[in-house]
């Protein structure tokens, strides 16, 4: 299956520079790549540009059949048990807001103007982190360069998505950083984070709606 790229992103250099090579790596991959491909892009396809305010970078997909669909940190609707990096985002959104979601689909968060983009858009089953250097990181930085045009809210989790600070330009974002919700992490820096309210928070100061984090 070709890869199409999402109508309102085919305009990033990515996807004529980059994309023809990942398409035959992915050909000739002999494991199982996941989400399937038509949901690689499921993302970008789901937000174009002009109604982005804030974006959550991951790293890449789950590597477990059945949990990713193509939207950052989100599973399937009804898994369970949720991955725990899944789960201790929840556990920060109680924390910082006094709720959260119970169920692991964040796609609702795409209507209220949320891109969850991993910097590697694949992954082998079994083998997290299998697919990062097969140039996928290429799109991430063209995304975060084509969404610094104005401003918004970048939320980068980890040193993955710290990476991509230095292409985050011009005035007037809100950049947040800490450490990864991953249960290896989750207590040096991203429990007690707030990244939520600190969201919403720089939202309502320039007038914008908020973002509901409770939208399924």
């Known amino acids: 299956m070709t890869l199409t790229p999402p109508p309102a992103w085919a305009h990033l250099p990515f996807f004529t520079r980059d994309l023809?090579?990942?398409?035959?790596?992915?050909d000739a991959e002999q494991r199982t790549i996941l989400p399937p491909?038509?949901?690689?892009?499921?993302?970008l396809n789901a937000l174009?540009?002009?109604?982005?305010?804030?974006?959550i970078l991951g790293q890449d997909p789950y590597p477990t059949p059945g949990h990713a669909h193509g939207f950052a940190f989100s599973v399937a609707p009804g898994l369970r048990?949720?991955?725990?990096s899944l789960g201790n985002i929840?556990?920060?959104?109680?924390?910082?807001?006094?709720?959260a979601p119970t169920d692991g689909d964040l796609r609702g968060w795409a209507r209220e103007g949320v891109l969850l983009l991993n910097t590697a858009l694949t992954v082998p089953a079994g083998a997290a982190g299998g697919h990062a250097n097969l140039g996928w990181t290429a799109l991430a930085r063209d995304v975060v360069?084509?969404?610094s045009q104005a401003p918004r809210a970048f939320v980068l989790w980890g040193a993955q998505a710290q990476r991509y600070r230095p292409f985050i330009t011009g005035?007037?974002?809100l950049i947040l950083e800490s450490a990864h919700p991953s249960p290896l992490s989750a207590r040096r820096g991203f429990f007690g984070s707030r990244p939520f309210s600190r969201?919403?928070?720089?939202?309502?100061?320039?007038g914008e709606r908020e973002i509901n984090w409770m939208r399924t």
């Open 37 to 43: 491909r038509a949901e690689v892009f499921a993302a």
């Open 81 to 84: 048990p949720l991955p725990r």
């Open 199 to 206: 969201v919403n928070d720089w939202l309502k100061a320039r």
């Open 90 to 99: 929840f556990k920060e959104m109680a924390a910082d807001l006094g709720t």
């Open 145 to 147: 360069q084509e969404l």
């Open 20 to 26: 023809p090579a990942i398409e035959a790596a992915l």
């Open 171 to 173: 005035s007037d974002h």
């Open 48 to 55: 174009p540009p002009e109604d982005v305010r804030v974006l």
